[in-house]
């Protein structure tokens, strides 16, 4: 987005304020289906932006969805239908009703308890669902490879789900892609033994890369769809012997993201320039920013000329952890000078400490085909923190 722009929409809304360029966003998730080529759908795990969902709704095959609560964000959008691959650790029998009744397409098993809660909830409804055996791959998630032989050898004991496939996921930010390599090699090997074990090829693969996203000085933003590329030639051998859906937030929606925040005062001490901004940690959290001695790409834009000097940018968080940036050398910042925080589009807008102090949550605006669009005004977080009963 242009500063011009920028300025605008700060003047306009005010601050703190997210903005979230749909365009950009969109143009990003073509350009990727483009690398992967057709025969790999592209699935958005909507935990990274749940205020995306319409833009990536329209420009991706699935959505996952990890809990009742995003759930209930796709019911309210009238997204809650076979697009929905429902994942998540901890799925109750309320839950996975819920999830049938609205005609979600495919449901995840992390675990033998979740595959027996999937066919009561299937029993139940009078319907066959179709499940994904998530396998463990080193962290809470999933099941282990035993677990899941012991659901494939014992289908008998589950005959209203039809086992479709395995849904795989490390982690997000995986730079090295030579594991994902291994991994997919992995998988297939995994599959030819299931079809060797259990007469039974399985159809489909939901895999998640975690592909890199730049974020800080020093990381290479010249070409971000690079790791795309350099996968995709392992990802559509994959697609030979699966249909494979490739599942990212992150890497979809992290560039078309800015947070703009306000510099309310400057003050110095023993030579240090502080600078509290109206924003803070408990909106704007990078992945792998540990009290600011990271510095993401702003933009400042001064009121008026000044002088060079090294900042620490603060919100107005009454703690020591509330630092956005420990050093960062700016001209000419005053009160009242517009700081736009860039590649903000992934998990800021959830992730941060929203009830902490009882501060007001910032907006958020989505810039489309030129035209802003307040989707959320500034919310009071007060009333969550005010208990209930008279003193």
């Known amino acids: 987005m242009t500063d011009a722009i920028l300025q605008q929409l700060a003047a306009a809304y005010g601050t703190p304020t997210f903005v979230f360029d749909v365009d950009a966003l969109q143009a990003r998730v073509r350009a990727i289906q483009t690398v992967f080529g057709p025969d790999i759908k592209l699935c958005y795990?909507?935990?990274?932006?749940?205020?995306?969902?319409?833009?990536?709704?329209?420009?991706?095959?699935?959505?996952?969805?990890c809990s009742p609560g995003e759930l209930s964000v796709c019911e309210s959008l009238q997204a809650a239908d076979a697009r929905v691959i429902y994942s998540g650790v901890n799925k109750t029998p309320a839950d996975i009703a819920r999830a049938v009744a609205d005609g979600a397409g495919s449901y995840t098993a992390?675990?033998?308890?979740?595959?027996?809660?999937?066919?009561?909830?299937?029993?139940?409804?009078?319907r066959r669902l179709p499940v994904l055996l998530r396998l463990n791959a080193g962290s809470q998630f999933g099941m282990s490879k035993q677990d899941l032989f012991s659901a494939l050898k014992n289908r008998a004991?589950?005959?209203?789900?039809?086992?479709?496939?395995?849904?795989?996921?490390?982690?997000?930010?995986?730079?090295?892609?030579?594991?994902?390599?291994?991994?997919?090699?992995?998988?297939?090997?995994?599959?030819?033994?299931?079809?060797?074990?259990?007469?039974?090829?399985?159809?489909?693969?939901?895999?998640?890369?975690?592909?890199?996203?730049?974020?800080?000085?020093?990381?290479?933003?010249?070409?971000?769809?690079?790791?795309?590329?350099?996968?995709?030639?392992?990802?559509?051998?994959?697609?030979?012997?699966?249909?494979?859906?490739?599942?990212?937030?992150?890497?979809?929606?992290?560039?078309c993201g800015f947070y703009l925040t306000t510099a309310m005062d400057c003050k110095d001490h023993d030579g240090q320039h502080y600078c509290i901004v109206d924003g803070g940690m408990n909106h704007l959290n990078y992945l792998g920013q540990i009290m600011g001695m990271k510095r993401p790409h702003l933009r400042h834009f001064a009121a008026q000329q000044g002088t060079q000097q090294d900042w620490t940018l603060c919100g107005s968080l009454c703690t020591t952890n509330d630092v956005l940036v420990r050093s960062i050398s700016l001209t000419g910042l005053q009160p009242g000078d517009l700081l736009v925080f860039e590649n903000a589009g992934a998990y800021s807008v959830t992730e941060g400490l929203g009830l902490f102090l009882s501060r007001d949550l910032p907006q958020i605006v989505l810039w489309q085909n030129g035209v802003p669009q307040l989707v959320r005004g500034f919310t009071p977080t007060h009333p969550l923190n005010t208990p209930l009963g008279d003193m």
Do not use: C
């Open 110 to 126: 992390e675990s033998l308890l979740q595959v027996r809660y999937l066919q009561e909830a299937a029993r139940a409804a009078g």
């Open 45 to 65: 795990s909507i935990k990274a932006n749940p205020f995306l969902l319409p833009a990536m709704s329209a420009v991706t095959a699935r959505l996952e969805v």
């Open 157 to 255: 004991e589950t005959p209203d789900l039809d086992f479709i496939g395995i849904h795989y996921f490390v982690g997000t930010q995986r730079k090295k892609l030579t594991s994902q390599q291994k991994e997919l090699t992995m998988l297939q090997a995994l599959y030819d033994e299931i079809e060797q074990t259990f007469g039974l090829r399985l159809p489909e693969l939901e895999y998640g890369p975690g592909l890199p996203v730049p974020y800080f000085d020093g990381d290479d933003f010249t070409d971000t769809l690079a790791p795309a590329r350099a996968l995709a030639p392992a990802l559509q051998e994959a697609a030979g012997w699966a249909h494979l859906t490739v599942e990212m937030g992150r890497f979809y929606t992290a560039e």
